[in-house]
């Protein structure tokens, strides 16, 4: 069973910028996979963020196209998430998630009914 923990969220004025880290308890090295970051707001649905595919292929929501960027580090098992020019409307919970290969496509991947392993979420203000 995975086990994913993200670290990194807080409070930060509006332009500013913060970095999510997502640890996994197994490493995917070598594995078909798809690893995302989703949020949701008080009162509003969860939404897809950004994905990344495991042969580098990324999808963003237009809405932080431009200002956020998905990383990982294999070695350390970890997923980042730089958020820069952050806005009000970005503050929400976020959640790293793992899908199967099969869900990285730019149909999919913002779908989180297709991701089987999610952390316990960090939240960001903003």
């Known amino acids: 069973h995975v086990q994913l923990v993200e670290s990194g969220g807080g409070s930060v004025q509006a332009g500013g910028s913060l970095r999510l880290s997502c640890g996994s308890s197994s490493g995917h090295t070598g594995r078909m996979y798809c690893m995302a970051w989703f949020r949701q707001a008080p009162g509003k649905e969860r939404e897809g963020v950004v994905a990344?595919?495991?042969?580098?292929?990324?999808w963003y929501a237009d809405s932080v196209k431009g200002r956020f960027t998905i990383s990982q580090d294999d070695d350390k098992n970890e997923l980042y998430l730089q958020m820069d020019s952050l806005k009000p409307e970005d503050t929400a919970m976020y959640y790293c998630a793992i899908a199967p290969w099969g869900y990285c496509s730019s149909r999919k991947w913002a779908i989180d009914t297709n991701y089987n392993h999610w952390g316990q979420g960090t939240q960001v203000t903003v």
């Open positions: 990344l595919a495991s042969d580098g292929s990324t």
